[in-house]
């Protein structure tokens, strides 16, 4: 199962969610991400969360939507804050689609303990996520109610 994270920039917030659900995962599924304006490269805060974390970040890159060209996926996961009135890119293809709504720690100022909090807690989230997602009965479940399933995962 392949699962495309999406989000406007690609730097932040889909790379956290790539990198910590290809840490999590059996090795039958990969997450890649993308970004409909992607940024080019991955913020430095980034990188050092997932390091801080003890998670790998060879291979990370911020790019655009030909991450998955000739390897269409089967679910895209949206990580924009509607909320926050960002404009999350959307994905025309046959794959089941959620949105899992994260707020964007780039965005936070203050201290560098107050920085480094909203990165850690975002990807503190993230792992939640993914975790309530491996523990899907996913051979069991038909597209409808893998749907309705990774659909309320965004919702807490």
Same mark, same amino acid.
């Given at each position: 199962? %392949?699962?495309? *994270? ?26 890649? =991400?993308?970004? @409909? ?19 790998? +970040?060879?291979?990370? =890159? @911020? ?6 060209? &000739?390897?269409?996926? !089967?679910?895209?996961? +949206?990580?924009? !804050? %509607? ?8 994905? *025309? &293809? ?6 899992? &709504?994260?707020?964007?720690?780039? !965005?936070? =100022? &203050? @201290?560098?303990?107050?920085?480094? @909090?909203? *990165?850690?807690?975002?990807?503190? %989230? ?6 309530? *997602? ?5 051979? !069991? ?16």
């Amino acid at each position: 199962m %392949k699962v495309l *994270f999406m989000c406007t920039a690609n730097s932040c917030r889909s790379i956290l969610s790539e990198a910590m659900f290809n840490h999590l995962a059996p090795s039958e599924h990969q997450a890649v =991400s993308s970004g @409909s304006f992607p940024r080019g490269e991955v913020l430095p805060r980034t990188l050092l969360t997932l390091r801080e974390t003890g998670i790998a +970040t060879e291979g990370l =890159s @911020s790019k655009g939507n030909d991450a998955f060209a &000739g390897c269409p996926p !089967d679910i895209v996961i +949206t990580v924009c !804050d %509607k909320a926050a009135g960002e404009a999350c890119p959307v994905y *025309f &293809g046959p794959a089941l689609k959620a949105h899992w &709504g994260l707020a964007d720690p780039s !965005d936070v =100022s &203050g @201290s560098e303990a107050e920085i480094r @909090s909203a *990165f850690h807690a975002t990807l503190a %989230k993230i792992e939640a996520r993914c975790r309530a *997602f491996f523990a899907l009965p996913l051979a !069991d479940l038909n597209r409808e109610a893998l749907q309705q399933a990774i659909t309320r995962i965004g919702q807490h």
